[in-house]
């Protein structure tokens, strides 16, 4: 009797432990910089990552808001997407603002410009899940 509880809780608490570490391994690790904020050049002439600027952090708070998919990271190295995110400032009825969704080696995966950088980062999410999941590595869309 006492392995059949036994068993019954172990199995239990497999059924809770599992699903919660399958949900965060199956998120999209991504990379979000703005502009020019993910490379300078400094006076030798070699380019290194920077600072975070106000493109880039407000790109990293939409995605957190707006993409349950994925994960934000800030090591580009431990990413499984880079978003270079850009707004012109041109007014509000212009398509100023763009996302641009790569792979960590350079393979182009979206591109788009928006009205507002609120869609570009929503559409940088769609095209990012479909990517992940085309690979066999479904990422949750909420």
Same mark, same amino acid.
């Given at each position: @009797?006492?392995?059949?509880? /036994? =068993? ?6 497999? /059924?809770?432990?599992?699903? =919660?570490?399958? &949900? !965060?391994?199956?998120?999209?690790? %991504? ?5 020019? /904020?993910?490379?300078?050049? #400094?006076?030798? *002439?070699?380019?290194?990552?920077? *600072? &975070?600027? !106000?493109t880039? =952090?407000?790109? $990293? ?8 998919? &994925?994960? %934000?990271? @800030?090591?580009?190295?431990? !990413?499984?997407? %880079? &978003?270079?995110?850009? #707004?012109? *400032?041109? *007014?509000?009825?212009?398509?100023g603002?763009? !996302?641009?969704v790569?792979?960590? #080696?350079?393979?182009?995966?979206? =591109?788009?410009?928006?009205? /507002?950088?609120?869609?570009? %980062? ?5 095209? $990012?899940?479909? #990517? ?11």
């Amino acid at each position: @009797m006492r392995r059949i509880v /036994s =068993a019954i809780l172990a199995a239990m608490l497999w /059924s809770v432990v599992l699903p =919660a570490v399958g &949900v !965060a391994a199956g998120k999209a690790k %991504v990379f979000v910089t703005g502009d020019d /904020s993910w490379q300078t050049t #400094d006076p030798k *002439g070699a380019q290194s990552p920077s *600072g &975070v600027n !106000a493109t880039a =952090a407000e790109g $990293i708070k939409l995605f957190m808001e707006q993409c349950p998919a &994925v994960e %934000v990271n @800030m090591r580009r190295d431990k !990413a499984d997407y %880079v &978003v270079a995110l850009s #707004d012109d *400032g041109s *007014g509000a009825g212009r398509k100023g603002r763009r !996302a641009v969704v790569f792979t960590p #080696d350079g393979q182009i995966v979206f =591109a788009n410009s928006t009205r /507002s950088l609120k869609n570009a %980062v929503k559409d940088a999410c769609r095209a $990012i899940s479909t #990517d992940w999941t085309a690979k066999g590595t479904p990422a949750k869309q909420e």
